[in-house]
């Protein structure tokens, strides 16, 4: 066996010993898998290994295109959510969310790009092309096996609509509801309130879109059609005014529904963005958000 001279073994040490601290410390900083959700973590090394806003900065965030944050909705994006079709403008309930989300992220409105998403192609299985989508896309156990959601940024009430005049617009409880034509958007929270809350004696008409399920109810194709309330009042007030809203549904005992933000499944920033929406949350932007835009979508009579 050889041996190294004594200055160049010392050398080889420090120079091992640095290298330890460099693994060291970029695992530390690295994102960590969370081994319950699949989750990838961005963490900040400290006392209680948790992770910090400072752990989010632009730089160190793993976005689609780099210095830019893709943002997906779909087309045409429907007011209350969105203004004049345009997600860009911000206005609109969404449209206001998706920047503030930014900016706790980092990015000024410049480096923002929309993308357009159809809602079924958000949370289908497969690679995504944006960063986060936003389009009144309720957070289930189901979608999560093929997506990640951030934490709730709107808590969802479901509605009815129907005609003035017509059978379903008398309706005072679920149980009146069972025996009129209902419909609702395929793949939405909606047409599960039709099949797993009011049961109706005749499936429902499932439609791509909800201009598609508001231009059957105006024809008389149905007696009545569900979404969420905000969406009701608007459709109620500007599109459809003969048309009232027949009431909405209590949470009940479960989980409140929420809309999330879409995520690719086991996205380095699912940590990132549920931080941020978090924090809007807590310092009370959402609520702020929600008042200017959603202010119509007041109490409506409860179905039970």
């Known amino acids: 066996m050889s041996h190294a001279p004594a200055s160049r073994a010392s050398s080889r040490l420090a120079a091992a010993?640095?290298?330890?601290?460099?693994v060291l410390t970029a695992a530390a900083c690295a994102p960590q898998e969370d081994s319950a959700s699949g989750d990838t973590k961005a963490v900040t090394p400290g006392p209680s290994g948790s992770a910090s806003a400072a752990s989010c900065p632009p730089s160190a965030l793993r976005t689609r295109t780099s210095g830019k944050l893709t943002i997906g909705t779909d087309n045409p994006a429907y007011a209350p959510w969105f203004e004049d079709n345009e997600p860009a403008n911000g206005k609109g309930y969404e449209s206001a969310v998706?920047?503030?989300v930014a900016r706790r992220l980092g990015y000024d409105r410049a480096a923002v790009d929309w993308q357009s998403?159809?809602?079924?192609?958000?949370?289908?299985?497969?690679?995504k092309t944006f960063d986060f989508d936003i389009n009144q896309i309720s957070i289930t156990d189901e979608r999560r096996k093929a997506v990640d959601f951030s934490s709730g940024y709107y808590d969802v009430r479901q509605a009815v609509i129907a005609l003035k005049g017509s059978?379903?617009?008398?309706?005072?409880?679920?149980a009146a509801l069972k025996k009129v034509k209902l419909g609702a958007q395929i793949g939405t929270t909606?047409?599960?309130?039709?099949?797993?809350?009011?049961?109706?004696?005749?499936?429902?008409?499932?439609?791509q879109k909800n201009d598609l399920a508001v231009a059957a109810l105006k024809n008389g194709q149905v007696d009545a059609i569900v979404l969420d309330l905000p969406t009701a009042f608007y459709i109620t007030s500007a599109e459809l005014e003969d048309a009232r809203i027949v009431g909405q549904f209590?949470?009940?005992g479960g989980a409140q529904e929420q809309f999330g933000l879409v995520l690719d499944k086991?996205?380095?920033?699912?940590?990132?963005?549920?931080?941020?929406?978090?924090?809007?949350?807590?310092?009370?932007?959402?609520?702020?958000?929600?008042?200017?835009?959603?202010?119509?979508?007041?109490?409506?009579p409860v179905l039970k």
């Open 190 to 207: 909606s047409l599960d309130v039709i099949n797993d809350e009011i049961r109706p004696t005749a499936a429902a008409a499932v439609y």
């Open 98 to 100: 998706a920047y503030a």
């Open 167 to 174: 059978k379903a617009a008398s309706a005072t409880s679920v």
């Open 117 to 127: 998403v159809p809602f079924n192609n958000a949370f289908a299985p497969g690679a």
């Open 250 to 252: 209590a949470t009940g």
């Open 266 to 300: 086991g996205s380095p920033l699912t940590a990132c963005v549920t931080r941020a929406v978090d924090a809007l949350r807590s310092d009370g932007t959402l609520a702020k958000l929600e008042q200017q835009w959603l202010s119509d979508a007041v109490d409506a």
């Open 17 to 22: 010993a640095a290298l330890s601290v460099l």
